[in-house]
C-alpha cells in the first residue's frame, strides 16, 4: 500500500502550482470584483484544455469513451448555465465588468481539482484498473467541457442582458 505522503512527494510540481492558482481564484472570487475578460476566462480556460486532451490520444476513437465523454459534457452543460458568472455592470472604457461574489467557483475549482488529481493517482497506483478509470476520466473531462460551456453562456447571457456603461475620466 502506498502511503499518502509518497503520493504527495511524487506529485509534479506544476500540479501544486495549479492548485494554488485555482485556490487563489476561488477566493478572490468569493467577493464582488471587477475583471477584464481575458482574466474571466482563466479557470474555465484551464478546465478545459483538460476536458479536451483526451480527445486528442490514440483511445479518442473508441466511441464508446468519445460517448461517454459526449454524455457527461451535456448533462454538466445545464449546472454551467445555472452558476454561472452574473455580471452586475460592464465599463466600455477599462473593458472590466463587475461580477457578484459567490462561493461557487471556489466549490467548482477545488472540485473538479481534486476529482481530477484523484482520478491520476488511482491510474497510477491501479493499472488492473485502467479500464473503467478511463471511462470515469473520459467523463469528467466532458463533464468539464459542458459545465464550462454551460458556464460561457450564461456569462454570455448576462453580458447581452447588462448595458454598457461609458466612464469619462
Known sequence: MVGAF???????????FLLSYLVW?????TRTRNRPL???LTVPFIFMVLGI???????????????IWLGASLLLALPGIITGPRVIA???????MTISGSVVPFVRNMTLFVLHYALAVALALSPDG?????????????GSIGYFAG???????????????????
Open 130 to 142: 485502467a479500464q473503467i478509470l478511463t471511462m470515469a476520466g473520459y467523463a469528467l473531462s466532458g
Open 6 to 16: 509518497q503520493i504527495l512527494a511524487h506529485t509534479p510540481v506544476y500540479v501544486w
Open 38 to 40: 481575458w482574466r474571466l
Open 25 to 29: 481564484q476561488g477566493v478572490a472570487a
Open 53 to 67: 486532451w483526451p480527445l486528442i490520444g490514440k483511445s479518442a476513437s473508441d466511441i464508446k469513451l468519445v460517448g
Open 90 to 96: 460592464r465599463d466600455a472604457t477599462s473593458r472590466e
Open 151 to 169: 458556464w460561457a453562456f450564461a456569462l454570455r447571457r448576462h453580458l447581452n442582458d447588462i448595458p454598457i456603461a461609458r466612464h469619462s475620466a
